[in-house]
């Protein structure tokens, strides 16, 4: 099966009805990293599990487990202890939530193999990756990408039933030094084996004229917002692309998130897929 074809058939391309909610779980520092408070793991393992029940319970489709550390290492690389930590949250998160919903790793800034390997051994669905082509310019350094070595490490856990989710344009993703298209870096993602993309911006009708470019230039690879998502713009933003990782608007970014905030959103959303 080429990547196009596996694309295809992933969660949240065009062939599935209806449109993916994926809420962020954002995860406080964790073990391994310098701003971690001892003792607060089980309160941050409590937090995360009940985010992810709450979106669960609020209809949304999944949730994304992303770390909040802070400071970051560029390398795709992370600490052990950080990647065992990680692994008790996404376990427990599977867990408390059932196998109908979805769950994604995604160790910042650019853990791209840990992640998957977290994702597989638990059970998870998904991972979004920060850089999958080309190499980006963030506040921890240059993150460079590694095709190669990440689709060699999916091949030897065979992760290939973990997706992958990649920004090509976004707050952690702009293609360095310019110049390349973001439909370009989409199609480039999907062929060394992203399964779908996210891309947005602040700018509401920039993201909306990216997206029309990527579906005509790769109009098999999946569009996911990757932010700047609302109960206000939802309606807009939605129409257009396959799926949506939303964050703020269900907790204000940091607390546990709310139930009937991702109720009302879900709400949005169906009312698009009954008008489609």
């Given amino acids: 099966m080429s990547q ?29 990293t310098p701003f971690h408070e001892a003792g607060s793991f089980q309160r941050i393992l409590d937090d995360a599990v009940a985010s992810a029940v709450a979106l669960h319970e609020g209809g949304a489709h999944g949730a994304l487990l992303q770390t909040v550390d802070r400071v970051y290492t560029t390398r795709d690389e992370s600490d052990p202890a950080r990647i065992a930590a990680m692994s008790l949250i996404a376990g427990a998160a599977r867990e408390a939530c059932g196998e109908g919903f979805r769950i994604g790793v995604q160790l910042m800034r650019h853990a791209t193999k840990a992640s998957l390997a977290v994702a597989k051994v638990c059970g998870g669905d998904f991972v979004r990756a920060t850089a999958i082509v080309g190499a980006t310019v963030s506040t921890h350094g240059l993150v460079q990408a590694d095709p190669l070595d990440v689709m060699e490490y999916r091949k ?11 920004d090509v344009d976004s707050m952690h993703f702009q293609w360095l030094g310019g110049g390349v298209p973001t439909e370009s870096i989409a199609r480039q993602a999907a062929f060394v084996g992203a399964d779908a993309v996210c891309l947005g911006s602040k700018d509401e009708e920039r993201t909306l004229r990216t997206i029309e470019a990527v579906r005509r230039t790769a109009p098999h690879v999946p569009v996911f917002l990757a932010g700047h998502t609302d109960h206000e713009n939802a309606a807009r933003l939605m129409a257009h692309a396959d799926g949506a990782f939303v964050s703020t608007c269900f907790n204000g970014w940091k607390g546990r998130i709310q139930p009937e905030k991702v109720a009302s959103y879900m709400d949005i959303l169906n009312s698009l897929e009954g008008a489609a």
């Fill in 156 to 166: 030897k856990i065979d992760a290939w039933d973990v997706q992958i989710i990649a």
């Fill in 4 to 32: 196009v074809e596996h694309s295809d058939a992933a969660a949240g391309s065009p062939k599935r009805p209806g449109k993916v909610c994926l809420g962020v779980v954002h995860v406080d520092p964790l073990p391994g």
